[in-house]
C-alpha cells in the first residue's frame, strides 16, 4: 500500500520577523518597559535631583544623549570586540559620552552643572545605559539602536520632568522656574507662577516627595495597564472563541 497525502492550510506560513520591530521598540521605551517605571534603574539620580523641571529635564537629556551614543558606538564595534572585555569596553565607550557631556555643560550651563553635581559623571553607573548597551545594542544593527537609546533617554526623561513638575507645584507653586540655566536669557520669562501667595511645601522637594511621587506614577501606570488588560479580555470574550483553522486533506491510497 503506497499513501500520499498533502496537507495545507488557508493561512500562509508567515515569513520570518525582522531583526528590528521599530514600533515595538517605541512602545517599550516610552511605556512597556521604561527605564524609570518599570525597569526601576537609574532611581538614584533620579529621586535626588527632581525638585525643579529645569533640573529633571538637565538631567535627562544628558541622559538621552549618552544613551544613543552608546548605544551607537556599541552596535558598530559589536562584531570586533570578544566576550571577555565586552562589559568593561561597553563602561569606557559610556564614560566617555558622559565625560563629553560634563564638558560640554561645563562650559554652556555651568550653574546647572553645578547644581547637578556629582549625578553627571554618575551617568556612566546608570544601570539603564549599561542595561541597553549589554542586552540591545550589542544584538542589532545601528540604526534599531540608536532608536532604541532614544526611546529608552525619551522615557526616562518623560518621568524625570514628570516628577519634577508633580514636585515643584507641589512645593512651590510655580513651573518652569529658573529655565534661564539651560536656555539661556530667553527662557527667563518662562517662569509660571500657577498659585500666588503660594505657602512652600517644603515636604514635597525633599526627598521623602521624591519617593511618594514616583510611587504615585508607578501606581497609575499599573491602574492603567491592568485596565487596559481588562478591556482586552472583555473584548475577546464577546468576540467568541476564535474559528479553528481548516485542514484540507488531499490524499491518494492505492
Do not use: H
Amino acid at each position: 500500500m503506497k499513501v500520499s497525502a498533502e496537507i495545507a492550510t488557508d493561512e500562509s506560513v508567515p515569513e520570518s520577523k525582522p531583526s528590528a520591530n521599530y514600533a515595538e521598540i517605541i512602545y517599550n521605551g516610552i511605556w512597556k518597559n521604561n527605564p524609570a517605571l518599570v525597569q526601576l534603574l537609574g532611581l538614584c539620580p533620579m529621586l535626588a535631583v527632581t525638585s525643579t523641571v529645569v533640573n529633571a529635564l538637565g538631567l535627562g537629556l544628558a541622559t538621552l544623549v549618552v544613551l544613543v551614543g552608546s548605544n551607537i558606538a556599541v552596535s558598530l564595534i559589536r562584531n570586533y570586540v570578544a566576550d571577555a572585555v565586552r562589559l568593561p569596553a561597553f563602561v569606557m565607550i559610556i564614560a566617555s559620552f558622559t565625560t563629553c557631556i560634563e564638558l560640554i555643560m561645563q562650559a554652556y550651563t555651568y550653574e546647572l552643572y553645578q547644581i547637578l553635581g556629582i549625578f553627571i559623571p554618575l551617568i556612566v553607573t546608570n544601570c539603564a545605559i549599561l542595561g541597553r548597551a549589554d542586552a540591545f545594542a550589542s544584538r542589532n544593527p545601528v540604526l534599531p539602536s540608536a532608536l532604541d537609546g532614544f526611546m529608552m533617554g525619551l522615557g526616562f526623561m518623560v518621568i524625570l520632568v514628570t516628577l519634577g513638575a508633580m514636585r515643584e507645584l507641589i512645593g512651590q507653586g510655580t513651573l518652569f522656574s529658573d529655565m534661564q540655566l539651560l536656555f539661556g536669557d530667553m527662557a527667563i520669562q518662562w517662569k509660571w507662577v500657577v498659585f500666588e501667595n503660594y505657602p512652600n511645601v517644603l515636604f514635597a522637594v525633599l526627598p521623602p516627595g521624591a519617593f511618594i511621587g514616583l510611587g504615585l506614577l508607578i501606581a497609575g501606570k499599573n491602574y492603567l495597564d491592568e485596565r487596559e488588560k481588562k478591556r482586552l479580555a472583555v473584548q475577546k470574550a464577546q468576540d467568541g472563541p476564535s474559528e479553528s483553522k481548516r485542514v484540507r486533506v488531499t490524499g491518494q491510497v492505492s
